[in-house]
């Protein structure tokens, strides 16, 4: 075993990005930033590591091989955006297979797979997640994958990644997991038997809001292989200047992360009680009803939370009077955002499936930045007291 698998994950988010030939020829602390599109190749009849930007890259070499080590896989892959990620790991699929995703799924995903996968001869079936049965029950004879967000996007279902992958071995499948509101630091999948993760890694792992990244790992080298074809074959690769300002964001994101947490198990514990609130969806709380299976397979209930509020004109009263989060798509930054699923995350879903979902008129979405956590509260408070003054209360 060698000495960085010995470390804890909170030491190798600092340290392992810089291994390798960097710190040991130059002493730099920090991986360079090649601004280069191609290399130099010294030899007539064969090339060295790096030939062209799209097809590898040593900066954003170092960021793979981070994002691998930190989550326990043989191969990374960094994509100009999440949905980039997933996109070309779910085209590693030929025509006229099929994949069982989760109800509970990020819009951009499902549109993805309804509108775009389906042109392909690509097929799904849409399944709950949080229900092993209906998951294995929707699985036909071509079925490959079985995709998963855990928690999910935006009402923080749980999906037993034990039982997922359990059936995906009975049946020959693969397992997918998105892991943007976990991290490797509260939850590593791959070490539970799935075979591919994925992130947004504009999020958490980002953590400031200015750059779009996503990330895949793979536990499997043939597999990566797949992945790192179709990298190279569509060219969605991330910049140089991105990777390292990703490398940056995951350097900090035990500090970050623990914070916000903290800070959102303390939100949704007063959301909870609040009179104007009908539900809060937040896996930290005894009474989510994926609580226990949670906190078999991840460390920490993580810094995103739903609440749902009795109708849209409170919720938009209350979204107006709010002054210290910002209201915006995405979360994950060190600012808090609040979000609007309905017309943001998730408006690539039409209206009847949303309302299948949960995901109504009186959604919020929020993402608990770095701010002082009473702060918070108390303009939270003020924005209810607000709303409820202008606004109908119908629960």
Do not use: C, W
Request: hydrophobic share 40%; no cysteine.
């Amino acid at each position: 075993m060698s000495q960085q698998n010995k470390q804890s994950i909170e030491t190798n988010l600092i340290t392992a990005s810089t291994r390798g030939d960097y710190e040991q020829k130059t002493g730099a602390v920090n991986v360079p930033i090649y601004l280069s599109s191609t290399f130099d190749q010294k030899h007539f009849d064969s090339f060295g590591p790096y030939d062209y930007s799209r097809s590898g890259n040593p900066t954003r070499d170092a960021l793979e091989k981070t994002i691998a080590e930190l989550e326990g896989g043989t191969r990374g892959f960094a994509f100009s955006s999440g949905i980039a990620a997933i996109s070309s790991a779910l085209l590693t699929l030929n025509a006229g297979d099929h994949l069982v995703v989760t109800n509970e799924v990020y819009g951009g995903t499902y549109r993805l797979v309804t509108q775009i996968l389906t042109k392909y001869g690509i097929s799904h079936t849409f399944a709950d997640f949080t229900n092993l049965q209906e998951v294995e029950a929707a699985i036909q004879p071509n079925t490959k994958i079985l995709y998963a967000e855990t928690p999910a996007n935006p009402l923080l279902g749980i999906t037993n990644i034990r039982g997922i992958v359990s059936i995906a071995k009975r049946h020959g499948l693969l397992t997918f997991v998105d892991n943007t509101f976990m991290t490797p630091l509260y939850q590593r999948p791959l070490d539970l038997g799935v075979d591919v993760v994925l992130h947004s890694a504009t999020k958490f792992l980002g953590g400031h809001s200015d750059i779009i990244a996503g990330l895949v790992v793979t536990k499997d080298e043939e597999l990566g292989k797949q992945i790192y074809f179709m990298q190279n074959s569509m060219g969605a690769i991330l910049g140089a200047q991105d990777s390292f300002s990703l490398i940056q964001g995951i350097k900090t994101l035990n500090a970050r992360l623990t914070q916000s947490s903290q800070s959102a198990m303390k939100i949704a514990s007063y959301l909870d009680q609040h009179e104007l609130v009908e539900e809060v969806h937040y896996p930290g709380l005894p009474h989510h009803p994926g609580y226990e299976v949670h906190a078999s397979q991840a460390s920490n209930a993580g810094a995103v939370l739903s609440f749902t509020l009795p109708n849209r004109e409170l919720t938009k009263a209350f979204v107006e009077h709010v002054q210290i989060p910002i209201f915006a798509v995405s979360l994950g930054g060190v600012e808090s955002i609040l979000s609007y699923p309905v017309t943001m995350s998730h408006a690539a879903i039409p209206k009847e499936e949303r309302d299948k979902r949960g995901i109504t008129d009186g959604l919020l979405r929020f993402s608990v930045g770095l701010e002082n956590v009473d702060d918070l509260i108390a303009d939270f408070e003020q924005a209810f007291q607000a709303a409820k003054k202008i606004a109908v209360v119908s629960k």
